[in-house]
């Protein structure tokens, strides 16, 4: 390492590298397939964007069921007038329908997601999509018994732009071989002016936990950029520091990974301040043997405008992508590997693989005295 | 969570939060006390800036020492013509130094502190500067029986701007309570026009291990963010992934840490690419109960001119800290600390378990396959 007055001066000097600015494009996926799909859960908003997606997708929303309400009432004001069915069973027993989606509460995904695919359906579900190992099992042995679908829709990689660019970057070799992962993952409670949280959401028992739920997304994350086929927990940890009127909640969690494509780490907690006027700074860095990518999601802190921001850096230069225009294809695929028998959106096994480090992870936790 | 179309109304409202921008200050310690000290071992550059800090504090260079012809050259280049010392114990016997402070090869600096010790003086060596328990364990013993001070120059916290005003902020209860540390610390093996690095950086046996060495920067920032007196490894991993010319080399290394203030995560690596024009972005994520920071030390990537950038947030909004102006303290300090028997500059527990942590982790490291 230099000494810090060389390093002042190379910082000075510094500033002669130019950095690149460009507004990223990506592969357009245009929805060729069509495919009739029901909803059944309404229990988190996340249902919205699920439905959405799947509509841009060329899917044709036919019938929703909830014993939830407000969910229904607020689906009906996003989606208009969808035929609400009687029962569960009626979505189930209708052969026109190839697909269910749903954001029930997260301990009663894994067995409708069983109960669909036994009935011939594809399902995706919002995550986290399964709460613990024994049921990951049941529904590897329905995958395997009744070859359907079980995807789990981790949206802050799918269905963030920046994100889907820094996959197309990694694959094209922009950074060499992907050497670690860090996801810095924090979310937000309530932000001004939003509903309350239900009560399963402070529950472990209901969502699985603080790693097992939004550290489901940055496993996927992990198993994805790295293209680990096998991978495993090296620690992990979770902890309630603030929030000790609510026992069985967890505000903060964390875990190391390391697989067969390279090494992880996850950090997330729910002590996003108010402050910063997004739900949540979320963070990605990927280091590679020659170079690496930051993605600022949702905000780039006291910096730019709007968000996905891609800062890349290489053995040559620096360039930063505004990552907006980025076309998203999650929804187009799925909706053509539900027709087609494929797995293009979304790898199955990697799905399951993302779920089950966070269940380990989970499981093997330390508790963090607070 | 929000659903993904509510989130991106939310980011464009995002940006009628206003961001406060701030040229950030902090307390000035001028020099009060004088005393005169020695340097030996020129094996490692931060010799530079260890010199010149304690000359700005107020200490009086005699003599130097070193059997390292190129460094005594180079020594002399940069602080004139300084004494050269006939041997090790010329310096050791000489009633008037009251402090060496040196930069050898990383496994010859815990003995010579446990002899400078012995001889009455005070010890600052470069980091890091005990690469084996069993040296932790005499240090400790020699310091008992001494009353000496060993300090260690964790430069990347003592001698950053930012870091200093990140610390003034902790202790002013800006974030509330501290929950975690993140220190993501990638390092570059040679700047273009650098120096070859010499047979002892590519050897653990020598410098230790990739934790131990530049993991030692950053297990001090846990230890003095979190404030925490106990603290342990929860696990580590170390990887040589990229130089496979040189076997006894480690390019990659994490741990995850936790202790009686709060949990920590550190990341270091060799993988810094020639793009970017610094020798490291080096980053410190600091989560608190009530807001957070985040330093870009060395550089804003792709973002504004120099180093030293400080973002908060807390419950009522977003600043930007220009750091570039905070005034470093540890020099006066710590020559202060020489005449008075202090441990303003440096908590003489903390210094020592931020280097038990580092060996902690290095010995239990699983090692990555690659």
Same mark, same amino acid.
């Given at each position: 390492?230099?000494?810090?007055?060389?390093?002042?001066?190379?910082?000075?000097?510094?500033?002669?590298?130019?950095?690149?600015?460009?507004?990223?494009?990506?592969?357009? %996926?245009?929805?060729?397939?069509?495919?009739?799909?029901?909803?059944?859960?309404?229990?988190?908003?996340? #249902?919205?964007? #699920?439905?959405?997606?799947?509509?841009?997708?060329?899917?044709?929303?036919?019938?929703? @069921?909830?014993?939830?309400?407000?969910?229904?009432?607020?689906?009906?004001?996003?989606?208009?007038?969808?035929?609400?069915?009687?029962?569960?069973?009626?979505?189930?027993?209708?052969?026109?329908?190839?697909?269910?989606?749903?954001?029930?509460?997260?301990?009663?995904?894994?067995?409708?997601?069983?109960?669909?695919?036994?009935?011939?359906?594809?399902?995706?579900?919002?995550?986290?999509?399964?709460?613990?190992?024994?049921?990951?099992?049941?529904?590897?042995?329905?995958?395997?018994?009744?070859?359907?679908?079980?995807?789990?829709? @981790?949206?802050?990689?799918?269905?963030?732009?920046?994100?889907?660019?820094?996959?197309?970057?990694?694959?094209?070799?922009?950074?060499?071989?992907?050497?670690?992962?860090?996801?810095?993952?924090?979310?937000?409670?309530?932000?001004?002016?939003?509903?309350?949280?239900?009560?399963?959401?402070?529950?472990?028992?209901?969502?699985?936990? #603080?790693?097992?739920?939004?550290?489901?997304?940055?496993?996927?994350?992990?198993?994805?950029?790295?293209?680990?086929?096998?991978?495993? %927990?090296?620690?992990?940890?979770?902890? $309630?520091?603030?929030?000790?009127?609510?026992?069985?909640?967890?505000?903060?969690?964390?875990?190391?990974?390391?697989?067969?494509?390279?090494?992880? @780490? %996850?950090?997330?907690?729910?002590?996003?301040?108010?402050?910063?006027?997004?739900?949540?700074?979320?963070?990605?860095?990927?280091?590679?043997?020659?170079?690496?990518?930051?993605?600022?999601?949702?905000?780039?802190?006291?910096?730019?405008?709007?968000? $996905?921001?891609?800062?890349? %850096?290489?053995?040559?230069?620096?360039?930063?992508?505004?990552?907006?225009?980025?076309?998203?294809?999650?929804?187009?695929?799925?909706?053509?590997?539900?027709?087609?028998?494929?797995?293009?959106?979304?790898?199955?096994?990697?799905?399951?693989?993302?779920?089950?480090?966070?269940?380990?992870?989970?499981?093997?936790?330390?508790?963090?005295?607070?």
């Amino acid at each position: 390492m230099m000494d810090d007055l060389d390093r002042r001066s190379l910082i000075k000097g510094m500033m002669a590298l130019p950095v690149v600015h460009e507004i990223a494009s990506a592969e357009i %996926v245009e929805p060729t397939d069509k495919a009739k799909f029901a909803v059944i859960g309404l229990d988190h908003n996340h #249902i919205f964007s #699920i439905t959405a997606t799947m509509q841009r997708g060329g899917g044709e929303l036919v019938s929703v @069921y909830s014993k939830n309400a407000k969910g229904l009432a607020d689906f009906h004001k996003r989606f208009g007038d969808v035929k609400v069915a009687a029962s569960e069973d009626e979505i189930l027993n209708d052969p026109s329908i190839q697909l269910v989606a749903g954001a029930g509460i997260p301990d009663q995904r894994a067995q409708l997601g069983i109960r669909v695919m036994k009935h011939g359906k594809d399902y995706l579900t919002d995550k986290p999509g399964i709460v613990s190992l024994e049921e990951l099992a049941e529904v590897r042995k329905a995958i395997r018994e009744t070859k359907r679908t079980f995807a789990i829709m @981790y949206s802050e990689r799918l269905e963030v732009k920046a994100a889907v660019k820094a996959g197309e970057l990694v694959k094209a070799g922009a950074i060499g071989r992907v050497v670690q992962t860090v996801n810095l993952a924090p979310h937000q409670i309530n932000q001004p002016g939003s509903d309350a949280r239900p009560d399963w959401f402070w529950d472990t028992k209901h969502y699985g936990g #603080i790693l097992c739920d939004i550290g489901s997304h940055q496993a996927d994350q992990f198993v994805f950029y790295t293209g680990s086929t096998v991978a495993d %927990v090296t620690a992990s940890q979770v902890g $309630n520091f603030n929030h000790h009127d609510k026992p069985n909640f967890q505000d903060f969690g964390d875990m190391m990974l390391h697989g067969n494509g390279g090494a992880g @780490y %996850v950090r997330v907690d729910w002590f996003t301040p108010n402050g910063l006027g997004v739900w949540g700074d979320g963070r990605l860095f990927l280091v590679g043997t020659e170079g690496y990518i930051e993605l600022r999601k949702y905000i780039d802190v006291a910096g730019r405008k709007g968000g $996905n921001h891609l800062m890349i %850096v290489d053995q040559k230069q620096t360039r930063y992508m505004d990552c907006s225009e980025v076309a998203l294809p999650f929804g187009p695929q799925f909706i053509s590997d539900v027709v087609n028998r494929t797995h293009v959106a979304q790898d199955q096994e990697q799905a399951l693989l993302a779920t089950e480090l966070v269940l380990k992870a989970q499981k093997k936790a330390i508790r963090l005295e607070s």
